[in-house]
């Protein structure tokens, strides 16, 4: 009976969810699989924008199969509203908790507040929301954002504290509203505005992909005659901007140097050849992790209100060194 219903949920949302499983009915108290028995998670993920997205995703996928999760994963393609309903769905379906990175840290207090009401925990992955609702989730899993920007602005610093003049430097942002992009600026900009030679001359958002940061940094070298550094958000845009500085006939990480975030294979690997500066790490081997959380949240233990995941920096003899090993 409870297959039959979970099959029709599943047709009715059809393309939003890749499985449906055998959660208790609506109108049951989500069980935790009831007896200590297998829970399901409904997850809803960013999208596929960069190689740190599919690194996430992977994580989260094999440390559902290893930790007996029943997963119910589903892609938003980046946008806010396949989100939400997705996140509705995974409501209706009674599933036990619902994970999701939120693609903009605003416009979720509904349907938090729908889930809080249906009595299903949530748990934020990788990026926080903006929310005034109390208790809408449990606990927020990820890295410091902040402290990411800090230590890529602290990287500059150092490295032009003898410059004579202006040193021009130019931002390539993440998704415009997103947590991320928000704080890496803003580590960033609090970092650098130690030394007032290092001026940011242009900054815009390439929404994390690489066409995004290629586009945008052809448009600032066809505006900017002289440009010293790019600050790209993640190793992706990072990577789009050094085709465009070959094109025009530059060296990147020479003519132009370039500090990155995320330390993903090909970002590593461009560090490593001398194309790339700096990158500082941001892991996306969240799975573990999430999955142990989710089930303490079902069982009703305590968890702590933010898991900060630890990350470390890289120059290119660092990146060198650790490439080969490197599990992302
Ligand atoms: O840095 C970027 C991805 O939210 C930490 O999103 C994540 C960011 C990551 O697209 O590559």
Not at 194 to 199: C, H, R
């Amino acid at each position: 009976m409870k297959k039959l219903f979970s099959a029709m949920l599943g047709i009715a949302t059809a393309g939003v969810l890749a499985a449906c499983g055998s959660g208790p009915a609506p109108g049951a108290a989500p069980g935790g699989g009831g007896e200590g028995g297998q829970i399901t998670m409904g997850f809803s993920q960013v999208g596929a924008e960069s190689g740190w997205r599919t690194a996430n995703t992977a994580s989260i996928q094999d440390a559902a199969k290893a930790a007996d999760v029943d997963l119910k994963f589903s892609d938003a393609n980046g946008k806010q509203e396949n989100q939400i309903s997705a996140i509705r769905s995974f409501i209706q379906q009674r599933v036990d908790v619902i994970a999701f990175s939120p693609v903009v840290r605003t416009g979720w207090d509904a349907v938090l507040l729908e889930a809080k009401n249906a009595g299903i925990p949530v748990i934020l992955t990788d990026r926080a929301v903006d929310t005034q609702e109390k208790d809408v989730y449990k606990t927020f899993l990820g890295a410091d954002f902040v402290r990411e920007g800090q230590w890529a602005g602290d990287w500059v610093v150092k490295q032009y504290a003898a410059a004579p003049g202006p040193v021009n430097i130019v931002q390539l942002e993440g998704t415009t509203g997103s947590d991320p992009a928000l704080e890496r600026s803003s580590g960033f900009a609090e970092a650098i505005s130690t030394n007032p030679n290092l001026t940011v001359i242009a900054s815009q958002t390439g929404d994390f992909t690489r066409s995004g940061g290629k586009q945008v940094m052809e448009a600032f070298l066809k505006a900017n005659p002289k440009i010293d550094l790019v600050f790209a958000q993640n190793d992706d845009m990072a990577l789009g901007a050094m085709e465009a500085i070959e094109a025009a006939g530059l060296k990147p990480g020479q003519d132009i140097k370039i500090v990155a975030i995320d330390a993903t294979r090909d970002g590593m690997q461009a560090l490593a050849d001398g194309k790339i500066n700096f990158i500082v790490e941001c892991n996306p081997l969240l799975g573990p992790e999430l999955m142990d959380l989710a089930k303490k949240v079902v069982a009703g233990d305590e968890v702590p209100a933010r898991v900060v995941t630890p990350d470390e920096t890289f120059d290119q003899a660092q990146a060198a060194a650790v490439l080969p090993e490197r599990k992302y």
